[in-house]
């Protein structure tokens, strides 16, 4: 059963530290996207790549965000430092994305920053 | 700059009866449009998508329209079950970029 993995889950942090998120992307699929859901803005992309290059990741504060791809099997957003207002649900998304094919997302890590 | 819209943050209707959620968007060059569902704690799931060359697709209960000249796409469900009430989002796709609306909470009562 192929989906999208997530780590972790769930992220209770202090203000200033750093926060790493993970995701495995589904095995075979040239594109991953990283979003972020908040109740205002719904869910925003912060970046994305195609084939491990980063494409676009005009959606992310540059100063404090980075997102890489080390390699084919993840995908991570780190967050340096922390801030309150970062909390949110953040989301992985793969896909095969040809011709207007769906992504296929993960379940997300709910962050909380004190 | 929202360039995808979902005007209505919340939508109720009678089980069994239709259930209309729409969408608005700035950019005539997107080329691809989804419907995406997403139940709390779990991510969004994909539901239908359109091409900007179609006016319609069907799948199921679920239709979307495409209106180019008025940039505005609505999903249908009839009829509408208890099992669909979550957060409905619509995307627009450029180049393989999707590009998310806020999101309608739907609830279909019993």
């Known amino acids: 059963d192929a989906r999208v993995t997530q780590t972790p889950r769930h992220k209770v942090t202090e203000m200033g530290q750093e926060v790493t998120m993970r995701c495995q992307p589904i095995?075979?699929?040239?594109?991953v996207f990283w979003y972020r859901q908040t109740m205002m803005q719904g869910l925003e992309l912060l970046a994305y790549f195609r084939n491990r290059a980063p494409l676009d990741d005009s959606g992310m504060p540059k100063d404090r965000f980075s997102a890489e791809m080390p390699d084919a099997t993840l995908a991570t957003l780190k967050i340096q430092p922390s801030e309150p207002r970062d909390s949110a649900v953040y989301f992985c998304?793969?896909?095969?994305?040809?011709?207007?094919?769906?992504?296929?997302f993960g379940q997300g890590t709910r962050l909380t920053v004190v | 700059d929202q360039q995808v819209k979902q005007n209505s943050p919340s939508l109720s209707v009678q089980e069994g009866r239709i259930s209309i959620l729409n969408c608005d968007y700035t950019n005539s060059m997107f080329d691809y449009f989804l419907w995406y569902k997403k139940y709390p704690a779990e991510g969004p799931t994909f539901l239908i998508s359109i091409s900007s060359i179609k006016d319609k697709n069907e799948d199921g209960r679920f239709t979307v329209f495409l209106n180019k000249s008025a940039k505005h796409l609505s999903l249908h469900i009839v009829p509408s079950q208890p099992g669909d009430s979550a957060v409905y989002f619509c995307?627009?796709?450029?180049?393989?970029?999707?590009?998310f609306g806020t999101g309608t909470r739907l609830k279909v009562l019993a």
């Open positions: 995307a627009a796709s450029r180049r393989n970029k999707y590009i």
């Open positions: 095995l075979g699929h040239n594109t």
């Open positions: 998304a793969s896909g095969l994305v040809i011709g207007g094919t769906e992504a296929f």
